[in-house]
């Protein structure tokens, strides 16, 4: 079964309802690898919600964490804000400095994320931490953790394998200038902290408001024991052995939690990139992912790879493949064969699943999601036609289209028009026709290419205009050439759009006119 379904299962068997999260803090642009735990989280939501089972998705944003450091895209009095709260900070406004007439840094992030994730189907149960620390939720935690610090002091030393400093308290307070950097702890009285900044000021923060926050380890597993999470995907970072998960389940329990098992995923990455980085610049946003491909697609990605397998997300042909892949899962989805093999059920369960979970409306029919035309044929019309009018003439003479297109088509073509204007389009799946009046480039070319060509241009001049036919005539002319089937074709592409290979060329000369396209062949 998929891997979203088996979990539910496992979640079943326990008992109870449900409450899976993700979490994310927002200290920059978000990137598609975000969404791998979130989809990922909200897959096995709604494989309970399939399974029968009460299930709430809650999305946490650690809105209570501090800047860390003035990021290249923010101005350099951002230095001022360095260990305060993220919901406590302006935004930047357009040159990277702090907007104290606009929405909080927290927000201005959160904010267009949460829209895209709309895009694609999801739309969770958002908690902010830092309200969860304002309105007193986290007050009994940030207790039972300071009361019992020598013993998660020694979980996290001794899982993690790392000596903490001597001055280690399990809460960090916010000193007078709202930065928790250079506070030390002086002491505890319920609920107060007593604490002296790096300016020399003293003073104390009430564990029962947002005056400061536990360390991530022990927030981490406050969160599992306040809000009842019992699924919660972990990136390969944390879920590492020693990570914050392993701190995280004997700390979670000693706060009277039941955590919950551990699942780790594995990171999306950019082909020969590595893996996203915000801060490295190695990144797609979510919005031009979407502008590129159609949500189901980019569900799809997600849903068709086991958690603990990496996704090399490839702008270039592979995405191609995805998406063509998806069309006839869609299409003609896979049923049981008799004899099938244990691998091929899985195989079978698995793509299923898959389908049914890259929907971007829960239930809704899959067929309602393709367009009906594969992803390099609608690349190559998109390029070769300047217009949506032609684009969709072209289809109805190929057969792809009947009447009016849906409105999926119309939407898969502008976003291939996106794609194929933008950075992300593959080099190899571009195509510019060449101009028979411009400038040959096959004046370097032999007898035998000048004379296949020269067949083909007599044979493609007496047949039907249409790709079976065109694809028709060129075999039969290459069958009869004393050049090899490679240096065919090679010659053949040069002609019409100036490279060694590209996209079927039938399928692109049957989109030419007939005679610019035999100029094309004769043309020195």
Request: with cysteine; charged share 25%.
């Amino acid at each position: 079964m998929h891997w979203a379904d088996h979990t539910a299962q496992v979640l079943m068997k326990k008992g109870g309802s449900q409450v899976i999260a993700s979490g994310i803090t927002p200290s920059g642009e978000f990137h598609i690898g975000h969404l791998r735990e979130i989809l990922t989280a909200e897959m096995i939501h709604r494989a309970c919600l399939d399974a029968g089972i009460e299930s709430r998705y809650i999305f946490i944003v650690d809105s209570m964490d501090p800047l860390r450091r003035v990021y290249d895209f923010l101005d350099d009095s951002y230095d001022e804000y360095i260990g305060c709260p993220l919901a406590n900070i302006p935004a930047p406004g357009p040159n990277g400095k702090p907007d104290d007439k606009g929405l909080s840094y927290a927000d201005f992030f959160l904010k267009p994320f949460l829209e895209s994730l709309k895009h694609i189907g999801v739309e969770p149960e958002v908690v902010m931490n830092h309200e969860t620390y304002e309105n007193g939720e986290f007050a009994e935690m940030t207790d039972l953790a300071i009361r019992n610090m020598d013993e998660i002091h020694k979980i996290i030393e001794t899982v993690s394998g790392r000596s903490l400093p001597s001055d280690w308290f399990p809460y960090n307070p916010l000193g007078s200038d709202g930065s928790m950097d250079g506070v030390k702890v002086t002491g505890y009285d319920y609920p107060h902290v007593r604490w002296i900044d790096m300016h020399g000021i003293e003073g104390k923060s009430d564990i029962r408001k947002s005056e400061g926050k536990m360390p991530w380890r022990i927030d981490w597993a406050a969160k599992w024991a306040t809000h009842g999470i019992t699924c919660e995907p972990a990136g390969k970072d944390h879920g590492a052995s020693g990570g914050s998960f392993d701190t995280g389940i004997p700390i979670c329990k000693i706060l009277g939690g039941s955590p919950p098992d551990k699942m780790v995923y594995e990171w999306i990455q950019l082909k020969g990139m590595g893996p996203m980085s915000s801060s490295k610049g190695v990144t797609i946003g979510p919005m031009d992912a979407l502008s590129l491909v159609p949500a189901e697609i980019m569900r799809f990605v997600i849903a068709r790879s086991k958690v603990n397998r990496h996704i090399e997300f490839n702008t270039g042909s592979a995405l191609f493949e995805i998406a063509d892949e998806y069309e006839r899962l869609v299409s003609k989805p896979p049923e049981i064969i008799e004899g099938e093999t244990r691998r091929m059920e899985v195989a079978r369960e698995t793509n299923l699943g898959a389908i049914r979970l890259s929907q971007v409306i829960r239930n809704s029919e899959p067929s309602d999601s393709i367009a009906g035309v594969s992803f390099k044929h609608l690349s190559m019309l998109a390029q070769i036609k300047s217009e949506d009018g032609d684009v969709w003439s072209s289809l109805r003479r190929s057969g792809h289209l009947d009447g009016a297109p849906t409105e999926v088509l119309r939407q898969r073509l502008s976003k291939m028009r996106n794609w194929v204007g933008g950075p992300h389009f593959p080099e190899e799946s571009k195509i510019i026709v060449r101009d028979p009046r411009g400038e040959g480039t096959l004046s370097s070319r032999n007898p035998n290419q000048e004379k296949f060509l020269d067949q083909l241009a007599v044979s493609l001049s007496k047949c039907p205009w249409d790709e079976s036919s065109i694809e028709g005539e060129i075999i039969s002319t290459v069958s009869d050439s004393q050049l090899s089937m490679k240096e065919c074709y090679v010659s053949l592409y040069k002609a019409v759009i100036g490279k060694e290979k590209g996209p079927k060329i039938a399928s692109i000369l049957a989109e030419i006119d007939r005679d610019v396209a035999l100029s094309l062949l004769r043309h020195l």
